[in-house]
């Protein structure tokens, strides 16, 4: 059983968190907002720290997942950072989507200063969080990624390392490209069999069994359907990790013409009142395009 420190307590933190308790592990946790922290300890039985630099003191391992490259740097940095409290030989594991950049800057920083580093985002969203059922794309090198692998079990279906430091990150950009393009799919999908007058969701129960399946499908028809977005992962979420994206194909030379013409889909969905949508809510747009498209 290792001592180990989490950073951030979002929708995913708080549950990734509490099965580190679960699994044994004794736990200090610090978020921005102290009350969320002191739900959290109140919960699970675990301890809170005043700083990310204070949670890090003493700690084996160092979880973080919070918001973006600018939150990540805020938590990491400075005399009350992560590593200013992370000891030599001790592991940081960042969760948070973020650049690759980031993630190979922070990486050179700790190992300078004779500390690990692992970029780890995860997949599989708030229920997968919760149920300890995340796919765990790591990055970073073989001996550290080893130390880190049976802790982060306590939270992971799937995981696996992809590459040096970075990889992570590509591999999590990767991740949000395939979903991008298969919720806009499953959308026109809908709409056109509800022009059509079909039944959706014998239609739906027909067609997830052949090569149009996808989890997408399974987990989300029926609420597209229904025309219910206010619960999972957020289209501001979502268009902050197809920038990420867009970035490093402008980068590396990749042409993603279907991930920026969905960006800018999404960016329709904010406009029409739906930023914390869940992603899924593409299919409102092509209906209020629809219904624009009569007057």
């Known amino acids: 059983m290792a001592k180990v ?46 700083t990310p630099k204070e949670a890090a003191t003493g700690a084996e391992l160092v979880m973080a997942c919070v918001g973006n490259d600018d939150d990540l740097r805020s938590v990491t940095y400075g005399d009350t ?17 973020a650049s690759a950049d980031v993630a190979r800057e922070i990486g050179e920083k700790a190992k300078a200063n004779g500390q690990g580093f692992i970029d780890a985002p995860v997949s599989g969203g708030q229920a997968g969080a919760e149920n300890g059922q995340l796919t765990i794309m ?61 039944d959706l969701m014998k239609a739906v129960e027909v067609i997830s069994k052949g090569a149009a399946g996808s989890w997408q499908m399974d987990n989300r028809h029926k609420t597209m359907i229904e025309g219910k977005f206010d619960y999972g992962f957020a289209v501001d ?15 590396n030379g990749a042409s993603l013409p279907v991930a920026a013409l969905v960006d800018q889909f999404y960016a329709e969905v904010q406009q029409m009142g739906g930023n914390r949508w869940d992603t899924s809510s593409l299919i409102a747009r092509l209906e209020a395009t629809k219904t624009a498209k009569k007057f």
């Open 81 to 97: 950072g992560i590593l200013a409290g992370l000891a030599k030989g001790a592991v940081f594991v960042d969760h948070t989507t």
């Open 237 to 251: 979420w979502m268009r902050k990790d197809l920038s990420i994206c867009l970035a490093e194909a402008r980068r």
């Open 5 to 50: 420190a989490f950073i951030g307590l979002g929708v995913m933190g708080y549950p990734m968190a509490g099965h580190l308790v679960k699994a044994g592990h004794t736990v200090t946790v610090w978020n921005r907002s102290a009350d969320k922290a002191d739900k959290w300890v109140a919960q699970h039985k675990g301890q809170k720290a005043a």
């Open 138 to 198: 790591c990055g970073g090198d073989a001996a550290t990624y080893e130390k880190v692998k049976p802790v982060i079990q306590a939270y992971a279906k799937m995981q696996n390392l992809m590459g040096p430091t970075g990889s992570g990150q590509l591999t999590k950009m990767m991740n949000q490209i395939c979903i991008a393009g298969l919720v806009q799919g499953l959308a026109e999908a809908l709409a056109f069999g509800r022009a059509s007058g079909l």
